[in-house]
Antibody, heavy 117, light 107 residues
Framework: QVQLQESGPGLVKPSETLSLTCTVS????????WNWIRQPPGKGLEWIGC???????YYNPSLQSRVTISGDTSKNQFSLKLSSVTAADTAVYYC???????????WGQGTLVTVSS | DIQMTQSPSTLSASVGDRVTITCRAS??????LAWYQQKPGKAPKLLIY???SLESGVPSRFSGSGSGTEFTLTISSLQPDDFATYYC?????????FGRGTTVEIK
């Protein structure tokens, strides 16, 4: 059974960098593609970006200048960095596995990140 | 970006009702559409992929149809566990995009 777990600080100051890690168990990140998705409180879902094996990445153009997604196959983890955060980046951040046919089939439980001084 | 428009935004229904949610894409996405169910405080759960394929373990009262730009999610007989918010999502073109959601409430 594939499981994903997000980890990282729950509070980030404005203008700083948000850093989150997703640990995957029950499957290798060397297969499929791995995503970050966020949901501001009370709002809908926004896809942030994804990482394929061999480090190929795609980002949402709305965030592209501030986002980096990378993976560590030795730890079976992938990470999100979002720079120059503002209050508008306050959201629950989810990691999710993607497949070309089935879209996002496994999700982490989500972690709330609040941007505030 | 491809815009996904869901309707209605809120739906009031009773247990046993047949419920239909519509999702329209701003351009053709073939059949690359997924439906998710989300309950408060929980991650979304995949229900339907490739417009009409039922994810393993999802009850057969859920079904999806459509192609191109018009899609529907149908719940044939609404159950108490089905009161939730439903999102459509296209995965034909980057960036992947979601609809704004349809909340199914108890009537």
């Amino acid at each position: 059974q594939v499981q994903l777990q997000e980890s990282g600080p729950g509070l980030v100051k404005p203008s700083e960098t948000l850093s989150l890690t997703c640990t995957v168990s029950g499957g290798s990140i060397s297969s499929y593609y791995w995503n970050w998705i966020r949901q501001p409180p009370g709002k809908g879902l926004e896809w942030i970006g994804c990482m394929f094996d061999r480090g190929i990445t795609y980002y949402n153009p709305s965030l592209q200048s501030r986002v980096t997604i990378s993976g560590d196959t030795s730890k079976n983890q992938f990470s999100l960095k979002l720079s120059s955060v503002t209050a508008a980046d306050t959201a629950v951040y989810y990691c999710a596995r993607g497949q070309s046919i089935t879209a996002f089939d496994y999700w982490g439980q989500g972690t709330l990140v609040t941007v505030s001084s | 970006d491809i815009q996904m428009t869901q309707s209605p935004s809120t739906l009031s229904a009773s247990v046993g009702d047949r419920v239909t949610i519509t999702c329209r894409a701003s351009q053709s996405i073939s059949s690359w559409l997924a439906w998710y169910q989300q309950k408060p405080g929980k991650a979304p759960k995949l229900l339907i992929y490739k417009a009409s394929s039922l994810e393993s373990g999802v009850p057969s009262r859920f079904s999806g149809s459509g192609s191109g730009t018009e899609f529907t999610l149908t719940i044939s007989s609404l159950q108490p566990d089905d009161f939730a918010t439903y999102y459509c999502q296209q995965y034909n073109n980057y960036p992947w995009t979601f609809g704004r959601g349809t909340t199914v409430e108890i009537k």
